[in-house]
């Protein structure tokens, strides 16, 4: 019996007098049916705002939308609970990364600089999104791309002394308990981290280190790399061990569903929609955004008004898709699919940002990984029992935290693309990345080996040459090159900006710095395709900042926001 974290924690708090061992389900949540949290499919219904996708941005803003107005809220989502569909996988941060169902399964078109492989990208399909879905490592970017991003758009709020308190107020920061870690194992934290206690989203260091990180300081500091305090303050430019959203009361993943949607629940204006896929936003002739018509299969489509916004957030990959399917997009694209236009946007599902992987370094070592540490029946019997009973050990580290030498190139030049083919949401949007199609992009990866290369060459537990690629390659920067495409660069389900964000009146943004989209009204987009910039780094962190800025333009703008100040209201 494994019911989903939320399930447990609203019985308990509601009906702890009650025999809690004869439920196995939770007839109520927060004093309200269980199903009263649930759309009845196929009827059609009315909210104040509708949000289309429950992932990471969207389980925030409905989060928010409840906690900071009166309004009623529907959040339509076409996955459902990873902790229902997924064992509780999703929930141990070693297994995190084992999915089955919850990803879209989309892949990218291959190119000749991918070396013609057919890639896999990801996307996570389930209430919490891609942070359901995610290896959850949490860090911000940099000073510098927050304050081009202000610039850019014309919006102070976007400069990093300004956006910082909106990635402030989603987390609560907790230092590393180095009573559990290993000895030679500490990791850094700033003060400012210690002071950010207010959000829901935990954010820590697992309980448990592997022994070959601890390598990792000497290494990166013989190859002149600096300690930085953390990566969440602004700085990324050293080494330190990673944090991630884990949440401290029981070690399991912090996501948006956990943190944000399912305490949301509780407060009977949230109405979810799950296992439900939007097919269409719909306008009325004054092309406002009046609500969406939902596709379940063996139902007849049916629709969910907004009187307020229609919120879009299904994530780099899909909202563009959504935005094309509901008549907003490059008129050429569109009137090839027979799809009439509603606002002729040329460039949405233009100007992808993607960060990518392009491998790493082989090696063997003396000290024993963190595979190798789980590689027995026993040894997985005995740290399951570990992490139940006392929240310790390789179960609460997702495999990765430091020693790993993989090479990822952020901030790139190279840029891609989204499309669509075909008039069916059921279908896979067209992508195409374009990686390492720059020359700078390709000779920033050139020299990331070889500064991987003098970083490795400290690590006095090394043994053995390079495996993979061999010296041979190493020694060559055209063969490198080579290597790099044909073998080494892969996703690292980093996408954004394909409904870029720019100031007022530029021709090539989607949205403008509230998150409106152009040419129409009562609708935004907001998750990680409505960004301004890519800042370097992951991305959840920014997504979380960024849905916190946007939301609070929700908010004040009382759901009336309508750019000509047209205040004839719907409904
Ligand atoms: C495998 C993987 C690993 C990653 N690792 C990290 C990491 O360790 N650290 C980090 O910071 N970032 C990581 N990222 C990136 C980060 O998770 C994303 O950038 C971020 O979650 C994006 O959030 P979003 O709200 O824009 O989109 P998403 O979180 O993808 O949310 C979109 C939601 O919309 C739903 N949806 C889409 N279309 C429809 C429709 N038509 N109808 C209804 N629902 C729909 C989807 O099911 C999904 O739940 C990773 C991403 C992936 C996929
Ligand atoms: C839902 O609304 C649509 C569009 O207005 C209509 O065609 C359909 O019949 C309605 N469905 C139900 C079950 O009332
Ligand atoms: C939704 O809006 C449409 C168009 O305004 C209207 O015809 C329909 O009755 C509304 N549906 C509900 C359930 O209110
Ligand atoms: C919600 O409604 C209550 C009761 O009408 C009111 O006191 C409160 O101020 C409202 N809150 C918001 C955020 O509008
Ligand atoms: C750190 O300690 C672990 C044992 O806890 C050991 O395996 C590892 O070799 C040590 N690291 C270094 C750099 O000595
Ligand atoms: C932590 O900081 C100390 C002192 O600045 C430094 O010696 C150490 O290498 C740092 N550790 C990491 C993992 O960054
Ligand atoms: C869009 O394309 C259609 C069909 O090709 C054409 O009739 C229309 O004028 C175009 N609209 C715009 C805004 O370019
Ligand atoms: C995870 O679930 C499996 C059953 O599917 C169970 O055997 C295992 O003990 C659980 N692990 C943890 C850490 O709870
Ligand atoms: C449309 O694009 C998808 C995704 O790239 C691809 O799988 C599919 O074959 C394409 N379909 C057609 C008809 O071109
Ligand atoms: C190095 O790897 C390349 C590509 O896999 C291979 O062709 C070559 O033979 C290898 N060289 C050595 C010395 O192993
Ligand atoms: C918006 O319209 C209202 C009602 O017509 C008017 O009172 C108000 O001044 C207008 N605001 C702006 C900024 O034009």
Redesign the pocket.
């Known amino acids: 019996m494994h019911s989903g974290r939320w399930h447990l924690k609203y019985f308990v708090l509601s009906f702890c007098s009650i025999a809690v061992q004869a439920q196995w389900f939770p007839q109520f949540i927060g004093g309200h049916l269980t199903g009263t949290s649930f759309g009845i499919p196929g ?4 909210y104040d705002y509708v949000i289309i996708g429950g992932r990471t941005a969207g389980s925030v803003v409905a989060a928010r939308l409840v906690e900071g107005t009166n309004a009623t809220v529907a959040v339509v989502e076409a996955g459902t609970f990873y902790e229902l569909s997924n064992g509780n996988l999703s929930q141990v941060p070693y297994y995190s990364q084992q999915y089955s169902g919850l990803d879209w399964q989309s892949h990218i078109e291959s190119g000749m600089f991918t070396g013609n492989r057919p890639l896999h990208y990801a996307q996570g399909k389930n209430l919490g999104g891609s942070s359901g879905r995610n290896p959850m490592l949490y860090n911000r970017g940099t000073k510098g791309p927050y304050d081009l991003w202000a610039e850019e758009v014309g919006d102070n709020s976007y400069r990093w002394d300004n956006f910082f308190l909106f990635f402030e107020k989603s987390i609560n920061f907790t230092p590393p308990d180095m009573t559990l870690r290993a000895a030679n194992a500490s990791a850094n934290y700033s003060t400012q981290a210690q002071q950010e206690k207010s959000g829901p989203l935990h954010v820590h260091y697992p309980n448990y280190a592997q022994p070959i990180s601890s390598y990792g300081p000497e290494a990166y500091a013989g190859a002149g790399f600096s300690p930085v305090q953390d990566f969440i303050s602004g700085d990324l430019n050293g080494y330190n061990y990673f944090a991630f959203a884990i949440d401290l009361d029981g070690n399991t993943r912090s996501s948006a569903e956990t943190a944000f949607f399912s305490p949301a629940m509780s407060s009977g204006r949230l109405t979810v929609y799950q296992s439900s896929t939007v097919r269409k936003i ?1 306008f ?1 002739r004054n092309k406002r955004a ?2 969406v018509e939902i596709d379940l299969p063996g139902l007849q489509p049916y ?3 907004a009187t307020k916004e229609v919120i879009l957030s299904a994530g780099a990959l899909r909202s563009p898709q959504l935005l094309m399917l509901s008549e907003i997009g490059l008129n050429a694209t569109m009137s090839q699919l027979g799809i009439p236009t509603v606002s002729a946007l040329d460039f949405v599902g233009q100007n992808m940002h993607d960060s990518c992987a392009i491998g790493g370094i082989s090696f063997q070592m003396t000290t024993p990984s963190q595979t190798s540490i789980l590689s027995t029946e026993e040894d997985r019997i005995k740290a399951d029992e570990q992490f139940r009973v006392s929240g310790t050990g390789p179960l609460t580290n997702i495999g990765a935290d430091f020693a790993s030498v993989n090479v990822i190139l952020v901030a790139t030049t190279s840029r891609g693309h989204v499309t669509i083919n075909s008039t069916n949401v059921f279908d896979q949007p067209v992508i195409k990345t374009n990686w390492l199609s720059t020359i700078a992009d390709q000779e920033v990866a050139v020299d990331a080996y070889r500064r991987v290369l003098s970083t490795v060459e400290n690590i006095e537990a090394r043994v053995g040459d390079y495996t993979a690629p061999n010296s041979t390659i190493l020694s060559d920067n055209t063969l490198l090159l080579q290597y790099i495409q044909d073998e080494g660069v892969g996703p690292i389900h980093h996408a954004s900006i394909t409904c870029r964000m720019g100031r007022e009146g530029d021709a090539t943004a989607v949205v403008d710095p509230k998150g409106r989209v152009s040419g129409v009204q009562r609708l935004r987009v907001i998750d990680s395709s409505s960004f301004g910039f890519t800042p370097p780094g992951h991305t959840q962190a920014a997504t979380y900042g960024h849905t916190e800025k946007l939301v609070t333009d929700v908010i004040r703008d009382g759901g009336y926001a309508d750019r000509w100040n047209e205040t004839v209201g ?2």
Not at 43 to 46: I, P
């Open positions: 009827r059609n219904a009315t719909l009325d009046i609500g629709d969910l008004n719907m409904g």
